[in-house]
């Protein structure tokens, strides 16, 4: 098994770095280079790879997980 890190950065995207697999549902999405930068506020118009727009829309991560939170 290779090694791969997966960073969140601070209110901006998750960077992967390694060989991955990465797969929209059963269809596999290419991927290139060292890492790549996976969306996670929700609003990139390429996802599942971050475009950027998190700091248009105000993204604000988390800190921490919360335990008691429902979602």
């Not at 549902?25 to 290419?30: E, F, I, K, N, S």
């Not at 991927?31 to 996802?47: H, P």
């Not at 700091?55 to 919360?66: D, E, H, L, N, Y």
């Amino acid at each position: 098994m290779s090694n791969v890190k997966i960073t969140a950065l601070k209110n901006g995207p998750l960077k992967v770095e390694g060989v991955i697999e990465l797969f929209n549902a059963d269809v596999p999405v290419p991927t290139s280079g060292a890492a790549v930068f996976l969306c996670r506020c929700g609003a990139s118009s390429k996802k599942p790879f971050c475009d950027g727009t998190h700091s248009k829309v105000g993204f604000q991560a988390a800190a921490a997980a919360v335990p008691e939170s429902k979602e």
